[in-house]
């Protein structure tokens, strides 16, 4: 790898709800190009960090430096600035009912980016096509499948121009048969050189797209490393483990 | 044929009370739907003291009795060295009671919308404003049709305390003729008849409103 340009610089979150610590200290840096999985047990904190980073969920502690700048987490300008060059991809879609895969895609285009409306829907159509729904814009999202709906989030994150886009697993809540329509538009995203962090059980994906692995347990990154540092055959990681009880109950089909 | 000197009169003064009822109806409709949403919005999103004030207009008005309200702001007011016309009275008295009773069906739907909805907004560069404006009240508004067009049919049958502060609608103009004549009968089942015919042409309206805001998901004809 080159010595690519940092671009995010998460230190030190902490968060907790009530008496219950999620985040405890987390640090990561992630550089240009560069794709992140996170792993581990449910209730380990992937969700809540990727929120965190995103401002979803204000941290109580830490600090979040884009291209090195700190970002004023009380300042809402800076807070809205923040998130649009750092996407969002849920496990549920979360798009707009009201709204079709089309408008999905314009409204923050138009709201946020003030763009005109011609442009914004030529925009759309382009990231609409781009994950293969160009034939899809004016339905809504009641009448599409879940890997159709997943598309139009990710085309709709794509248009906002992100540097980082971060995933929480997006593919969990697809059924078997829909989780491969994604996975590959995820690939193709990292053929192209995203950068990404990704909360993910997909097997295929850890291996093949990740090039740091991020073993969460506790609220705290327990292991990391190359996935081939933490899953090579022979090694006795937590992290191995894991993956191992994944791919037992027949996730691993990649 | 010839209508007999009652119905001469009685039909022409229904008309005109008609035509004031529709009057007071339609603003006060309006009116109490736009401040149902704004109250609803704020009683839901607003900061604590004025999620508070909202909280506090919403008891008083949908606790105390209508007609006490039209009292107040006709002949209470008035001492306060404020002024109303019995249609000023009665349109604002009308207003704020149906936007309290609005505010608490806008409430409901708001908070019904998934939190999913507000972060998929956010995580895009929404402001909070923005996102509650172009993405929670869109789909509330859809989710309250039905709760809001039901108070706006209630509105038309109490826009009749009007009368009751002296601005002659429907029953105040039947009440008239009905005492000149003596016949409570004949007028009242015909008053009643105007209002069954008013209601009947807003839920054809409300019927409209709700094919034109249709969405696939939200709901109803869906198999």
């Not at chain 1, 314009?106 to 442009?119: D, H, Y």
């Not at chain 2, 009683?43 to 999620?51: H, L, M, Q, S």
């Not at chain 2, 507000?118 to 789909?139: C, D, E, K, M, R």
Request: charged content about 15%; some cysteine; hydrophobic content about 45%.
């Amino acid at each position: 790898m080159t010595a690519a340009k940092t671009i995010l610089e998460v230190e030190g979150l902490h968060k907790s709800f009530g008496d219950n610590t999620i985040l405890k200290g987390v640090s990561l840096t992630l550089k240009e190009g560069e794709i992140k999985v996170l792993i581990g047990p449910s209730g380990g904190g992937k969700s809540t960090l990727l929120q965190c980073i995103n401002c979803l969920v204000t941290p109580e502690s830490g600090t979040i430096s884009l291209h090195g700048n700190t970002v004023n987490l009380e300042n809402k300008k800076e807070l809205y600035q923040l998130r649009q060059r750092v996407g969002m991809i849920f496990q549920e879609f979360n798009l707009f009912d009201h709204l079709t895969a089309l408008e999905n895609v314009t409204i923050a285009l138009r709201k946020v980016k003030n763009f005109s409306k011609v442009s914004a829907e030529k925009r759309a159509r382009l990231e609409l096509e781009q994950v293969g729904l160009g034939d899809k814009t004016d339905l809504y999202p009641a009448q599409l499948s879940g890997g159709q709906k997943q598309r139009v989030a990710i085309a709709r994150t794509l248009a906002m121009d992100p540097e980082v886009l971060l995933l929480d697993e997006p593919t969990s809540a697809l059924d078997p048969e829909l989780v491969g329509e994604v996975i590959a538009v995820i690939k193709a995203l990292a053929a192209k050189g995203m950068t990404m962090i990704m909360a993910t059980h997909q097997i295929s994906l850890i291996s093949g797209l990740a090039q740091n692995v991020l073993f969460m347990e506790n609220g705290v990154i327990a292991e990391q490393g190359s996935p081939k540092e933490l899953l090579g055959a022979g090694k006795q990681t937590r992290t191995q483990g894991f993956c191992d009880r994944l791919s037992d109950l027949g996730e691993g089909g990649s | 044929m010839e209508l007999s000197q009652f119905y001469q009169d009685l039909l022409p003064a229904l008309n005109k009370g008609v035509i004031m009822s529709i009057a007071l109806i339609i603003p006060s409709a309006l009116g109490g739907v736009c401040i149902g949403i704004a109250a609803g919005s704020l009683r839901t999103y607003g900061p604590k003291f004025i999620r508070k004030l909202c909280d506090g207009y919403a008891a008083v008005f949908r606790g105390t009795p209508l007609v006490i309200q039209l009292f107040v702001l006709y002949y209470g007011l008035p001492n306060l060295g404020i002024y109303f016309s019995p249609y000023g009275a009665a349109v604002t008295g009308f207003m704020l009671c149906s936007g309290a009773y609005q505010s608490e069906y806008v409430r409901g739907a708001l908070l019904s919308i998934k939190r999913g909805q507000y972060w998929g907004a956010q995580a895009l560069g929404f402001s909070s404003f923005q996102t509650v404006f172009w993405i929670i009240i869109p789909q509330a508004m859809r989710r309250a049709l039905h709760g809001c067009g039901n108070e706006i049919i209630y509105l038309i049958k109490y826009s009749s305390l009007a009368y009751i502060v002296t601005c002659m609608e429907l029953t105040g103009e039947g009440n008239t003729i009905a005492t000149e004549y003596f016949r409570f009968t004949e007028v009242f089942m015909m008053v009643g008849l105007y209002y069954l015919v008013l209601v009947s042409c807003a839920m054809l309206i409300l019927k409209k409103v709700e094919q034109w805001l249709h969405v696939p998901g939200f709901g109803h004809q869906e198999s």
